[in-house]
Each structure stands twice: as C-alpha cells, then as structure tokens.
C-alpha cells in the first residue's frame, strides 16, 4: 500500500511539473488578459514606448526619437480611435512640434508607429 501511495505521488508531481513547464498554455487559460484595454491604458503605453524609443530603436518605422520626446504627458495625446480590437493615438511633441501616430492592439501590443496617421 505504501509503494502505491508513493507511486501516485511521484505521478502526480511529475505531471503537475510538466504543465507548468509550460507557461505560454497557462497565459492562454488566463481570463484577465482578454478585453481589458482601455483608453487610459493605451495611452500610458504610448507614453512608456516615447520615453524608451528615446533611448535606442525598437524597430519602429520612425527609429529612434530625439531626447525631447520624454516630456510627453497625458495631454499632448489623443485617441483617435478605438474599433475595439486596435487604438489609434496621436502624440504631439510640442517642443519641436511634431506628431506620431501608435497603432496599438487591444492586448497592449504596439502594432505599429509612424509619422502618418496611415496603417
């Protein structure tokens, strides 16, 4: 009886390690992630990705941005759009009076940035 019990045991942790050895299933079995964007939250991302675009390139269409675009807030951005699955927002920097344009899913994934208001 005890070898049985202690089989079970092992059994039951080597298939409990197994799942989650695999993380990229559990995201998916996580129901916080799906629809919770918003426009607040879209546009701290824009905010956060000006701040690090400023630093090195992330493989945007527009490169690196020059220093002044860490001092964008929350007012020089504007959501044009919202379709539900992506957001459209424009960022002005008011310094060298300049506009981009984040393309950004509504996972918080950023689509795309460019110059043009044109995906």
């Given at each position: 009886m005890k070898a049985?019990?202690?089989l079970v045991a092992l059994f039951g942790t080597a298939i409990s390690s197994y799942s989650f050895a695999h993380l990229d299933k559990l995201k998916r079995m996580d129901h916080s992630r799906h629809n919770h964007m918003n426009d607040k939250k879209a546009v701290d991302?824009?905010?956060?990705?000006?701040?690090k675009m400023t630093f090195k390139d992330l493989g945007y269409k527009v490169g690196q941005l020059p220093a002044s675009w860490q001092?964008?807030?929350?007012?020089?951005?504007t959501v044009l759009?919202?379709?539900?699955?992506?957001?459209?927002i424009s960022a002005l920097n008011t310094e060298i009076n300049k506009i981009l344009y984040f393309q950004i899913a509504n996972?918080?994934?950023?689509?795309?940035?460019?110059e043009s208001n044109v995906f």
């Open positions: 049985l019990f202690l991302i824009v905010i956060l990705l000006t701040q001092n964008i807030t929350v007012a020089d951005t759009s919202d379709t539900g699955d992506v957001y459209i996972d918080g994934d950023v689509i795309a940035v460019s």
